[in-house]
């Protein structure tokens, strides 16, 4: 399991933190870990990613694959997702916590439920749209 790129994502509170990009449909192994879906879009020097959730799970192999945003994800057109590892579980809520403060992804917009695609729940975002 290659990866595409890596990246470092920078939380409201200004830490920096290295994430490892792959495929949405990447088999992972069972592993506590932050992840980022995004969407990945060629540009003129290579490809761009546009972050459309953040999320923390226990068990990497599963939910993910399985995630209650799922519909979102895929009306989006998300196709990559990254991953940071991390097995404690208060420190990838709190790492989950200062992603979103900063970068507000679409998916995660009502933290309650599934998204209805597109409201203003779940808005349009490129390539779809802004």
Known sequence: MASLATATFTGQSGQAYEFLAYDRDTEFKSAGAVYVVAIRYPVSDGFTYRNVYVGETRD????????CRTACFERIGAN????RLEGNPARRQEIAQDLLGRYDPPCNSDRAGLCEYPTTECPLVWPLGL
Do not use: C, K, M
């Open 60 to 67: 990497l192999s599963d939910s993910p694959l399985t995630h």
């Open 80 to 83: 990559s997702i990254f991953v």
